[in-house]
């Protein structure tokens, strides 16, 4: 809750007591002294800190939203019987917070709604066209300490005995062990390369001969195998949408910038700015070419020309 004073104070010192306007369908939900605190001001106050808030109760977040709007408007108001809405320092602090306003709304309004899910489902139907059928298998295993023990088990399962209800009685894996050895899906690379070996090479509802590992010894029982799908589209659209945006918000940068005359005054931050775009245009230019009448059949290490007498 750190920043949540800190933003508190700032906007209290930067003088921010004017009343909070509501609009005509914006509901009242306090009041100071007869100015109101609407629900547009809640959502304001809970796009700026309603993430400090973690996975608090709605009701509970909403009650501490209007807290701190309580305390923000008090303390500004305070501020301004002291005098501190006058001066530099307020006009600084006053036309840092409304550019910072500005391009929060220009990238909710502009950027923003320039990516939709379409453009995210595109990017997405792509991405899973490109991919290499894959096969992944589900099994079950026993582990045990011996291959006597193994080899003791094999016999009970080619006997009938449940595959299942042994690695429940006997396994030594406390990871599967409840769920009667079930490792569920994995594909290759997933296991280490003795058990993996072998699992792969398994018919559906075979069993292994005991198979010895660094953890000791394995009957492994192919339950599955099929070919691995992309996760869903709706698991990873935000992620992408998030990609989207970045992207669209580094482009507008970069066509803003280049619009505009900027000069960096102070020398020591122009020095390290120099310095940087230096290194980024070093990196993207070509690589030098030969020269076009240099003999095609030249060998790679001969000289440049001659070695003079």
Do not use: C
């Not at 580094?250 to 960096?264: D, F, N």
């Amino acid at each position: 809750m750190k920043r949540i004073t800190l933003i508190l104070m700032t906007f209290a010192l930067a003088g921010m007591a004017a009343p909070f306007t509501a609009v005509a369908e914006d509901k009242v939900v306090a009041t100071i002294d007869g100015k109101p605190i609407t629900e547009g001001d809640l959502a304001v106050a809970e796009s700026e800190i309603g993430s400090d808030m973690g996975t608090m109760p709605a009701d509970q977040k909403r009650t501490s939203l209007l807290e701190f709007l309580i305390d923000n408007q008090l303390f500004a108001e305070a501020a301004e019987g002291q005098k501190l809405n006058e001066g530099a320092d307020f006009e600084t602090r006053l036309n840092y917070l409304k550019r910072r306003a500005l391009r929060e709304l220009y990238f909710d309004k502009v950027i923003k709604a320039s990516v939709s899910d379409a453009d995210a489902r595109k990017i997405y139907d792509d991405q899973v066209k490109l991919l290499k059928p894959e096969e992944e298998v589900s099994a079950r295993h026993i582990l045990v300490a011996t291959e006597d023990e193994a080899k003791a088990l094999k016999e009970k399962i080619t006997k009938g005995a449940d595959f299942a209800e042994l690695a429940k009685e006997n396994s030594k894996d406390p990871g599967s062990k409840e769920d009667g050895g079930n490792l569920g899906y994995f594909g290759h690379g997933q296991m280490v390369p003795q058990f993996e070996e072998i699992v792969f090479k398994l018919k559906k509802g075979e069993v292994s001969d005991p198979v010895k590992t660094q953890f000791g010894w394995h009957l492994v029982k192919l339950e599955d195998r099929r070919t691995k799908q992309p996760p869903a589209f709706e698991i990873v659209k935000d992620r992408i949408v998030q990609s989207l945006l970045l992207q669209k918000a580094q482009q507008t940068a970069v066509g803003l910038r280049t619009k505009s005359k900027i000069e960096i005054v102070d020398p020591e931050i122009k020095k390290m700015v120099d310095a940087r775009n230096a290194a980024i245009q070093a990196q993207s230019k070509p690589a030098a070419e030969p020269a076009k009448d240099a003999p095609k059949d030249a060998p790679k290490d001969a000289p440049a020309e001659a070695p003079k007498p």
